[in-house]
């Protein structure tokens, strides 16, 4: 189904015309409102007056993550916190976490384009929607529930965990729609298979899954093991969390919702701006966000747009699955995880050396994660209960700063084998 | 229908409009909130050909129309009620409506004239009780029938309203924004002007807000009453506060 045809469907033409207005009052609002624009468009002696055309765009400066850690908490909002109605914020992976605020019409924009996404998946309001992302702080949650509750509806908000207990309310409560990540469904198709639970017997219908990425093949296991539909939905903490594009029934890319963002791809390392089609970086910006808009936010992911017209009539462009980050971030479970993160934490352990190995795997459609670490010498001949207090220390520090657990492995020193003369610091065994 | 792409416009060396940019859709009623001096009658008098654009196009039904003169443009469809109402106050009633229909007259005739007329009077009663007095002994309210009156015997396109709420007494605004939402719902597409912002977003479709020639807000009615910057422009109150 098509939740807004009058914009999902609009004339290209349109679409244009609406990006130019509302990037050009975006932008005049952002410069008059957020010291941080002001002061890097000023540097750049460019302002509001420089779009003449939505393509204007690429000549402004490139808004990354640290600015928004930089600009922590409230910095780079374009509204006094009393208009704010929402915040929710990161995890604070590698430092400051990033916050985000919402007004009240953003809110109202959020649920909105959640609702396109899951019209899109096939939710109507006679679905019973369980959504399994983690309530607080991470945008997931909310704002799929908003959505699905506009559509009408009847959401579960589950909330993350306790897989027995969401089978258990997935077969009473005869959920027809799971929102989450695809991994998740993954083990809880694991799950039912164990407990002897035949999906047959289960009135699920069709899955919505975001939060990380989502391969063909781990849809076409989702979709034979669970006997569901599943779409594939996008969203950006920073820019706006979901809402931002999402597959329809014909599962051939996502449709970004461009009343709302402009996409951009760029290249990396050269930041340029790349034609229609290319593989590249996804740019955002915000056309109608009140309290905290984006100008040109690089995600970091890898992906192409499609400005070709998709069967299901909508006209709006499609972007290519993201099966990549420009940059080293693993996302594991749905957590984005750096290197560099767990570098820090092994500096403050003592007895090992800051060498380590990170191997991502999948065990039964589930990510699972093993930190090989170099101790060195002294430890590395010391008792065994010695050991087992440093891997626990380890993890006990990786699940309170970055988030998830590993399975800590101690090695020797100097037992890491480098290629071609570096260490390989972390290997995706994951099906692509 | 109408579509303003990136427009400025200057007055000698003062900017009045920063690449603004808006579109109205057939059938659509459209809000320019602001306040004063924000820009919005040059806007105005800049799509009916009366003001020069220095940068920017105009597209009207599809074709460019930045540069034309008045009288083509008003040809082409787009009828504009200026600010302050500005009827021939020494002619009467009837004398000012059928001057609105000169541009048509020659290739019609009399007779789908008086056919306008006739749906003037219908919208307008009280004009047609007073069709033979001098347009300048009215009231206020009745004034501003007689320029909209007048303006749509010309059947424009799109209608254009700047102000039609100025000085007139909150019962008599409504009456008239009532007047001018049937005007839509009857296919008419209106951009309609207005300091007040509040009486103009109860019975138009979207809005834009203009600020100091720049445009800073787009969205649909109930999106923009919800929104502080209009409440400010609204109130024309400067408000800003450090919130650390």
Known sequence: MIWDRKTECMPRGEVEQLQLERLQSTLNRVYRNVAFYKKRFDRLKIGPDEIQSVQDLAQFPLT?????????????????????????SSSGVTGKPTVTGYT??????????????????????????QITFKYG???????????????????????????????????????????????????????????????????????????????????????ERLLIQATDNYGVSEVMGPGISAECEHKNGLHLYEDHFIPEIIDPQTLKVLPPGAEGELVLTTLTKEAFPMVRYRTRDMTSLDYSPCSCGRTLVRMKKVLGRSDDIIVIKGVKVFPSQVESILLEVEGVEPRYQILVEQ???????????????????????NLQN?????????????????????????????????????IDRRKK | ???????????????????????????????????NGAGKTTLMKVISG?????????????QNIAGLPAERVLRMGIGQVPEGRQIFAPLSVLDNLILGAYVRFKGEGKKEVSKDLDFIFELFPVLQERQKQRAGTLSGGEQQM????????????????????????PLVVSGILQTIRLLRDRGTTILLVEQNAKAALKVADRGYVLETGRIILEGETEDLLNNKEVQRAYLGKEYREVWE
């Open chain 1, 104 to 129: 009240k019409n953003d809110l109202h924009h959020w649920s909105q384009l959640t609702a396109r996404v899951l019209a899109a998946g096939g939710v109507t309001k006679d679905d019973v929607v």
């Open chain 2, 146 to 169: 007689v320029a909209i009156g007048r303006t749509m015997m010309s059947r424009p396109k799109l209608l254009l309203l700047d102000e039609p709420s100025l000085g007139l007494a």
């Open chain 2, 50 to 62: 009366i003001h020069p654009v220095s940068k920017g196009r105009l597209v009207f039904v599809g």
């Open chain 2, 1 to 35: 229908m109408l579509r303003v792409e990136s427009v400025s416009s200057f007055y000698g060396a003062i900017q009045a409009l920063r690449n603004v940019s808006l579109h109205v859709s057939p059938g659509e009623m459209v809000a320019l909130l602001g306040a």
């Open chain 1, 64 to 88: 990354m993550k640290e600015d928004l850690r930089e600009s922590y908490p409230y910095g780079m909002f374009a509204l006094p916190l009393r208009e704010v109605v929402r915040i929710h």
């Open chain 1, 363 to 385: 065990v039964e459609g589930a990510d699972s994660l093993e930190l090989k670490v170099e101790v060195n010498e002294r430890v590395f001949s010391d008792e065994i209960k």
């Open chain 1, 390 to 426: 440093i891997s626990a220390q380890i993890d006990r520090k990786l699940r309170e700063i970055v988030g998830i657990s590993a399975k800590v492995k101690l090695v020797a020193p100097e037992s890491l084998q480098p290629a071609n003369g570096k260490l390989v610091k972390v």
């Open chain 1, 137 to 223: 702080l991470f945008t997931g949650a909310f704002g799929l529930h908003y959505g699905a509750e506009l559509i009408g509806a009847s959401v579960i908000p589950m909330s993350t965990g306790n897989t027995r207990k969401q089978a258990l309310i997935m077969q009473d409560y005869k959920t027809t729609a799971l929102v989450s990540t695809p991994s998740y469904a993954l083990l809880l198709a694991r799950y039912l298979e164990k407990e002897g639970i035949n999906p047959q017997s289960l009135s699920l219908k069709r899955g919505l899954f975001g939060g990380e990425p989502c391969p063909e093949s781990m849809r076409k296991e989702i979709e």
